[in-house]
């Protein structure tokens, strides 16, 4: 059926906007404004974006089965103490998702990439808070339960959720009205600073998961004695811990493309391993918090703050209304004004016009 559907063609990087460049990555690009239908299917072409779609796309619907078997099996809606790993399941869904969404439809213009990767740090720094919700009821070590650390734990993770949402939004464009509009694209962070706006986003991304780990980090590599809670999920922990830092280091140095800049476009990128990681890294996750929520049970139903809506459902909530609003103030600029002027535009590769300066 496949072969009577004239697939999308796919150009070079000499042949695309800068705003579409991906470093080291040399050929497999999708038309600059591709329609929405071009765009789905080029999920069944390769290009080098296609792996990127897949590999998140697809483990949604696993994390999507574990909600179900959580809500239904163990029917979340009567018992309070299963609403953290609920939530947790539920960012697990909503990140990969939101990523698979983005790879889809950035190639539609340049605002619309920009606008796809807003949700989709939106939706990381969501899950972020997901981690931290379900670390303090099911995680922390024995000796911190309840301590001051504790009670306002949640409470600088919904701040630093936000505080990921805007700086990563941030490393894309700079600030909404006062640095970038139709007039002024060249002070666009990316294309000025490059080498600055990939070291915010990857600062935007590390510090909300080094501050949510602090409680893991101790428990598993400095609690010695008493009420360090020494199991065996910990060596669960010990590999999503190892996963999140290989994810960390292909996010952040673009290997092994950079080695041999267009050898792996399309299959074998940074972006590719990194999201297989996250993936594999997040699996290892819930399995290590699964065991930690039912071997604690007990001990945690007697000594640690019961699960209640003001430290599980209403942080969340907090979070998805200050993060939406962010993207809003982002987004809304480039929704006012065109991306490139209709003058701007060149005549492409078989006169398909490609915009040069979106």
Request: aromatic share 16%; with cysteine.
């Amino acid at each position: 059926m496949l072969s009577l559907i004239k697939l999308p063609r796919v150009f070079t990087i000499n042949q695309v906007p800068k705003v579409f460049h991906e470093d080291s990555i040399i050929s497999g690009y999708r038309h600059p404004r591709s329609s929405a239908t071009d765009c789905i299917l080029s999920l069944f072409q390769m290009t080098n974006e296609t792996l990127n779609i897949w590999t998140h796309f697809l483990p949604t619907w696993y994390f999507l089965w574990k909600v179900v078997t959580v809500v239904l099996m163990q029917t979340a809606w009567q018992d309070s103490f299963t609403w953290p790993m609920v939530i947790f399941l539920l960012t697990c869904c909503i990140y990969p998702l939101a990523s698979s969404c983005a790879h889809t439809f950035s190639s539609m213009s340049a605002r619309a990439r920009h606008i796809c990767f807003f949700f989709d740090y939106g939706a990381l720094s969501f899950y972020s808070l997901g981690s931290a919700i379900v670390y303090s009821a099911y995680v922390f070590p024995d000796k911190w339960v309840n301590s001051s650390f504790h009670q306002y734990y949640i409470t600088i993770a919904v701040f630093n959720s936000v505080i990921c949402t805007n700086l990563a939004c941030y490393s894309r464009l700079g600030l909404p009205f006062l640095q970038y509009n139709h007039d002024s694209l060249k002070r666009f962070l990316e294309f000025q600073h490059p080498k600055f706006s990939k070291l915010f986003r990857v600062i935007a991304f590390a510090y909300p998961y080094l501050f949510d780990s602090i409680p893991l980090f101790y428990r598993v590599f400095l609690c010695v004695g008493e009420g360090c809670t020494d199991n065996d999920t910990n060596i669960l922990h010990y590999h999503h811990i190892a996963l999140a830092f290989l994810t960390g280091f292909l996010f952040a140095t673009h290997l092994p493309e950079r080695l041999a800049p267009g050898s792996f476009d399309y299959i074998g990128h940074s972006h590719q391993l990194f999201h297989v990681c996250a993936i594999l890294g997040t699996h290892f996750q819930m399995q290590a918090l699964e065991q930690d929520m039912v071997t604690r049970h007990p001990w945690l139903v007697e000594n640690s703050t019961p699960i209640t809506f003001g430290n599980s459902v209403g942080p969340v909530l907090l979070c998805v209304v200050l993060n939406l609003a962010i993207i809003f103030l982002y987004s809304l600029p480039l929704l006012l004004h065109p991306v490139c002027k209709e003058k701007k535009c060149s005549t492409g590769p078989k006169k398909d016009k490609l915009c040069l300066h979106s």
